[in-house]
């Protein structure tokens, strides 16, 4: 069964405009949380994380929000960049290994 | 080396074959994990290795999967008698100290059984 859930494959959104990618997970131990960007052909990278301690973490244009009551941790973009098109994968840190969502994929358009 | 190296980046195989997908981390880290990504699916977690032990085999779909390391260092993932459901793109991280809060990518191996 899956942990950690993304359910939204895609994503399209407008340059300029704010970016929110969801994420949903079932076990509540989970303490550290992850954001990883994978372009094609090319391993994903990370990007930003969020300790189950704390419910916001910001870097630069990338924010990632914790609501641990529902167990739900969502990514913004602003303001979103063509670059920025590629697949998210929001991931949970288990005890030995993290386990990852399916990913969205989002693209910006001009 | 600089980063995580995998080889060879694209392998095409005849279903009934074996193959060997080899990952070089980084150096100094002790921490070593296979996933691989299937067509619309997420990362599916492997194997991790700390050193040279396997302490989570968990994720190795079928016996036809192993992986080993040796030296700390280099690993090897076998598939025996590969599937066409083998198919996929198989990706190896590392970190530094065993936690999985620090995992540095290679750029994966792409398998495609025909």
């Known amino acids: 069964d899956q942990q950690v859930k993304q359910n939204s494959p895609s994503l399209s959104v407008q340059e300029g405009r704010i970016s929110i990618l969801n994420c949903d997970y079932t076990?509540?131990?989970?303490?550290?949380f992850l954001w990883y960007k994978k372009y094609p052909a090319e391993g994903p990278t990370f990007l930003i994380s969020i300790s189950s301690i704390k419910d916001k973490n910001e870097d630069g244009r990338f924010t990632v929000f914790l609501n641990k009551s529902a167990k739900h941790l969502s990514l913004h973009i602003v303001p979103s960049q063509p670059g920025d098109s590629a697949v998210y994968f929001c991931a949970a840190s288990d005890t030995d290994k993290l386990i990852f969502g399916t990913g969205t994929r989002l693209q910006v358009f001009p | 080396g600089a980063g995580v190296s995998q080889s060879p980046s694209n392998k095409v195989t005849e279903k009934g074959k074996d193959v060997e997908l080899r990952c070089d981390p980084i150096s100094g880290h002790t921490a070593l994990y296979w996933y691989r990504q299937s067509l619309g699916q997420g990362l599916e977690f492997l194997i991790y290795?700390?050193?040279?032990?396997?302490?989570?085999k968990s994720g190795l779909p079928s016996d036809r999967f192993s992986a080993e390391r040796t030296g700390g260092s280099v690993s090897t993932l076998t598939i025996q008698r590969t599937q066409q459901e083998d198919s996929a793109v198989y990706l190896c991280?590392?970190?530094?100290?065993?936690?999985?809060?620090?995992?540095?990518f290679g750029s994966g191996t792409r398998l495609t059984v025909v």
């Open positions: 290795f700390q050193g040279n032990s396997a302490p989570d």
């Open positions: 076990n509540s131990m989970f303490d550290y």
């Open positions: 991280a590392s970190s530094l100290s065993g936690s999985p809060r620090g995992y540095t």
